[in-house]
């Protein structure tokens, strides 16, 4: 397509659709599902107004002299950012962070809960930020429960595209199919996991789920029927919380620990070994290898 088409489409999705399209998006976004992916992004994020107010807090960096390469850490579904930072960043001094906010939590609250969207366009939301402090790969990504559906979808995506995933860390993500009290009472998100193609495993490597072994405890007037308990069952009695439901068993390695879902990020020990786990994955994954160029 030649810039004067560029230009003249540019005039046309603006009077028809009423968004800033550029010539820019025109030549970046080469298919017309990837275009549409990305006006779809950009009328979700005029709706909610985050551009124009910039009140949402995107991620929050940390040791940023110390690396090049950055380690993403996404939120778990109740929280953002301030999940990791007094239990979890300071024992990643050796690596340069990006922890994100919660984008989704973030319009749910702004909208009074009428947000309906899913893992795949938020993955398409955070993959605009990744590209933007890391153009290219490889990446290296972390994340607890939602966090680590939502690392899982955006390594999907970024594999299509052809970048390489070196590491992906998941914390006690659940990958159950076609379950209503998850997917809308639990998550709040219709979530149903895909098998990931055979042709883009290769670009995903040092895969890692970090599995909760104790069961979490309700207090106060929580029931064992109600979802939340329901949710806890699950993932305590599945050996792989269902992760093989979208890879293959030798694709992803397990490690446990001897903590719940919620309180593991309280306790020191816990944290270190995960920590340790790190340390190692990151290390054979060759984390900022000064003899590769970037």
Request: contains cysteine; proline residues 4%.
């Amino acid at each position: 397509m030649d810039s004067i088409t560029s230009m003249k489409l540019v005039h046309q999705l603006r009077e028809d659709i009423k968004i800033e399209v550029s010539i820019k998006d025109i030549f970046s976004y080469r298919t017309i599902r990837a275009l549409s992916n990305h006006i779809r992004i950009l009328s979700m994020q005029d709706e909610d107004n985050v551009q124009s107010s910039w009140d949402f807090d995107v991620y929050a960096e940390y040791n940023a002299a110390v690396t090049q390469e950055i380690f993403f850490l996404f939120p778990p579904g109740d929280g953002g950012a301030e999940a990791y930072i007094e239990n979890f960043i300071p024992h990643l001094v050796k690596y340069h962070i990006v922890a994100f906010n919660n984008y989704y939590l973030y319009v749910q609250n702004k909208k009074k809960g009428q947000y309906e969207t899913t893992f795949e366009l938020l993955a398409d939301i955070y993959i605009q930020y990744i590209k933007k402090l890391q153009p290219h790969g490889p990446y290296y990504f972390f994340g607890w429960c939602f966090g680590g559906m939502l690392a899982m979808e955006i390594s999907r995506k970024l594999a299509t595209f052809g970048d390489e995933i070196k590491f992906l860390g998941i914390i006690d993500a659940f990958f159950l199919e076609g379950t209503d009290f998850f997917g809308k009472e639990v998550v709040g998100l219709n979530y149903v996991p895909r098998r990931v193609s055979l042709d883009i495993m290769p670009k995903i490597e040092n895969i890692v789920l970090f599995k909760a072994m104790k069961s979490v405890t309700f207090t106060g007037d929580a029931k064992v029927d109600e979802p939340g308990a329901i949710f806890a069952k699950h993932m305590l009695l599945a050996e792989d919380n269902y992760l093989t439901n979208i890879l293959d068993k030798e694709e992803f390695s397990v490690i446990p620990f001897d903590g719940d879902h919620f309180t593991w990020i309280k306790d020191k020990a816990i944290v270190d070994n995960i920590v340790f786990h790190l340390d190692v994955s990151l290390s054979r994954a060759c984390f900022n290898n000064p003899s590769r160029p970037f």
